[in-house]
């Protein structure tokens, strides 16, 4: 039985590059724009094209360059938003307006001054709008964790009728548990009239460190669509992770989910955004991580050379990643010690590794980590016949 494809809708140069003191350059972010065309991703936020010349310019050169994916400019419940994002993706193969409104009872009587009915008005309007630029509209419900069920559903019954392709239902402030969320888009799918003219997108905040989890909920209970960055940047505590919703995918098939994107251009890619950000990935990221295919406990250690399955569930090529690493600690025991000799040019025999084992536990005891070159400098004093 073949796979559902699963969109993967990439926000990294929008969302993403909200991220205090990372603002990208145009030449980055055409650089960015292209290679996450090459991934494979299906959307790409550019930017908000109203918000300065130079978001406006930034995305109309990225429509202009993106060969494959649709490009997407992200507007509020405005007129002049929606005409400018349309000016600005005129050149895209494929453009999307993105439009939307808040729709929790805290958004509309704190942000909006107004009312549920008003709410509704102005978002059938945005959407009608937008429709009358572009075919494909996504709208957004800002803040839709924390909005009633009910109401929720009324809202996506009408900007359907109004002419919305994509419904994004974002857990703005990364509030929800992923029952909650996940049930949140099964209500919709079971209680929206003519839901099955638009697809249920997931965007998920990172505040409770859920957004993966609730993304993949939701694609679980029927969403079609994951609005994610690369190596989880954004706001606060950042977005949904591509590469973890990627291969979360990929690693359950008994989802029977899958997405187009190259996940063997991860690594890569994720080092790309990284260096263009200022932004360094924390050595424990899954997937991208420094550390995420790293063994320094020796009984780890032993199951990896044995079988790297024994501690890996992903293969390190699979994302991009050369192979996996053992690190030299005063906590690696015989083999890993005598599998880093080998690849430095030393066969040991049992009792030679026993020897040499005596000393480098004397560099081990001084060092964080047993380098190459220290190698070679403990057989250098180790007292066995070379």
């Known amino acids: 039985m073949s796979k559902e494809l699963v969109q993967i809708f990439d926000t ?3 969302d993403g590059e909200q991220v205090p003191g990372c603002k990208l350059d145009a030449p980055q972010k055409l650089e960015i724009a292209a290679r996450l065309d090459e ?20 995305v109309a050169q990225v429509a202009a360059l993106v060969k494959n994916a649709t490009v997407c400019g992200l507007t509020r419940s405005v007129q002049k938003d929606i005409e400018v994002a349309a000016q600005a993706l005129k050149a895209a193969k494929r453009p999307r307006i993105h439009t939307g409104i808040g729709t929790s009872d805290s958004h509309i009587k704190y942000k909006f001054n107004s009312t549920r009915e008003q709410i509704i008005e102005r978002a059938v ?7 009358t630029f572009v075919e494909d509209v996504e709208f957004y419900a800002e803040d839709a964790g924390r909005t009633d069920n009910e109401y929720l559903a009324r ?4 900007v359907i009728k109004a002419g919305a392709t994509v419904l994004n ?6 509030y929800c548990l992923p029952a909650e969320y996940g049930a949140k888009i099964k209500y919709l799918k079971e209680n929206v009239t003519g839901i099955e003219k638009a ?15 609730n993304s993949i909920e939701g694609v679980i209970n029927g969403a079609r669509q994951i ?11 950042g977005n949904t ?14 989802l029977n989910l899958d997405s187009r994107v190259n996940s063997k251009l991860l690594y890569s890619t994720s080092q790309m955004v990284s260096h263009h950000m200022g932004m360094i990935v924390q050595p424990n990221k899954a997937i991208v991580g420094a550390n995420a295919f790293a063994h320094s406990s020796g009984i780890h250690q032993d199951g990896v050379i044995k079988n790297r399955e024994t501690y890996e569930i992903i293969d390190p090529a699979d994302v991009g990643v050369n192979a996996s690493s053992i690190i030299l600690t005063a906590r690696s025991g015989r083999a890993a010690l005598a599998y880093r000799a080998k690849l430095v040019g030393y066969e040991l025999t049992k009792t030679q590794l026993d020897i040499v084992y005596e000393q480098f536990l004397v560099f081990a005891d001084r060092k964080k980590e047993v380098l190459d070159d220290d190698i070679h400098e403990i057989v250098k004093l180790s007292p066995i016949d070379r």
């Open 12 to 14: 990294t140069l929008r």
């Open 39 to 58: 991934l494979g991703v299906d959307v790409i936020e550019a930017g908000f094209p109203v918000s300065s010349p130079g978001d406006f310019k930034a």
């Open 125 to 131: 309007a945005a959407v009608s709008y937008a429709k």
């Open 155 to 158: 809202v996506c019954e009408a």
């Open 169 to 174: 239902i974002p857990d703005t402030t990364g």
């Open 199 to 213: 697809i249920l997108s997931c965007h998920c905040h990172n505040d409770l460190g859920l957004a993966t989890a």
């Open 227 to 237: 609005e994610c960055t690369i190596n989880g940047i954004g706001e606060r505590a």
């Open 241 to 254: 992770s591509l590469e973890e919703v990627v291969m979360v995918l990929r690693q359950h098939p008994h």
